[in-house]
């Protein structure tokens, strides 16, 4: 062998003995346990991402968590802003109510003989809706319009809105002050 073959050859085991040593050294430095919060163990590991989403669409108002937290099941994560719900629930409330006064303005404007005349109804209904206001509006405002009655021939009317409305107004009055009583 040659003199620069033997030099190489020479260089070549002196790394191999170095890297070796270096090896020994990093692996005797090397603490014998993990620190806390590490596992060791063998196999593979797969990282699971989970999608989250609300039943309904909307802008988040706050959210509870940051990017890489862990979260467990039922823990709330964020708030939605619900003023739109909010706004669409109070919509739905107005409609509920308008629909249930139409189930009592529909017959009261009927059976007070706007629609169809007293006289074709029975002697309980006509003597049953003398209570009721519509009554007496659609009497004076038929004698004003089509007879153009003065107030000599619908004073009876105009006395019988004005007890009628003194009694709603009793009560509605008498309820304001139990709800304002209850509030307080």
Do not use: C
Not at 34 to 42: I, R
């Amino acid at each position: 062998m040659s003199t620069l073959n033997r030099q190489w050859l020479l260089r070549i085991g002196l790394a191999a003995v170095a890297a070796g040593l270096a090896f020994l050294a990093w692996r005797y430095f090397q603490p014998k346990q993990l620190g806390d919060g590490f596992a060791g163990g063998n196999g593979r590991i797969e990282a699971v991402e989970i999608d989250i989403a609300a039943k309904t669409a909307g802008r988040i108002k706050d959210i509870l968590v940051d990017e890489g937290d862990f979260v467990t099941a039922g823990q709330i994560v964020a708030y939605m802003d619900t003023e739109v719900l909010e706004s669409q629930r109070r919509e739905a409330e107005a409609q509920l109510q308008q629909a249930q006064s139409a189930v009592v303005l529909i017959p009261l404007n009927m059976l007070s003989g706007g629609a169809t005349p007293r006289e074709s109804m029975p002697e309980f209904v006509q003597v049953l809706m003398l209570a009721a206001p519509t009554t007496h509006f659609v009497k004076l405002a038929q004698a004003i319009l089509y007879r153009g009655a003065g107030m000599d021939v619908v004073w009876s009317q105009f006395i019988s809105l004005a007890a009628i409305g003194g009694i709603f107004f009793g009560i509605a009055l008498g309820r304001l002050r139990k709800t304002i009583g209850q509030m307080a």
